[in-house]
C-alpha cells in the first residue's frame, strides 16, 4: 500500500480531539506499523474510512482508498 500520487509507504493521521497532535505509521502489506511504541498505544482506532496523510506529498484521502 502506497501513496497514489508519490508511491510514500509512510503517512499520519491527526488526533481528532487535538489538531496539534499527529500519529505516524507506515503500511507495509495492509498492515499499519507505528513508527512508536507511544504512537500505537495513544491512536485512535485507524478504520478504512480514517482521514490518512501522506508524509511525503500533499496527498490525503481514506485510508481505504490506498492499494
Known amino acids: 500500500m502506497a501513496c497514489p500520487l508519490c508511491g ?4 499520519y493521521v491527526k488526533n481528532p480531539e487535538d489538531e496539534y497532535e ?10 499499519i506499523l507505528f513508527v512508536s511504541e507511544e504512537a500505537k ?3 485512535p482506532e485507524i ?4 482521514e ?3 508524509d ?5 484521502g481514506k485510508r481505504g482508498e490506498l492499494r
Do not use: I, P, V
Not at 511525503?56 to 490525503?60: D, G, I, P
Open 8 to 11: 510514500c509507504e509512510h503517512f
Open 22 to 31: 499527529a500519529f505516524e505509521f507506515d503500511l507495509k502489506n495492509g498492515e
Open 41 to 43: 498505544r495513544q491512536c
Open 47 to 50: 478504520m478504512e474510512d480514517t
Open 52 to 54: 490518512t496523510y501522506c
Open 56 to 60: 511525503n506529498c500533499a496527498w490525503h
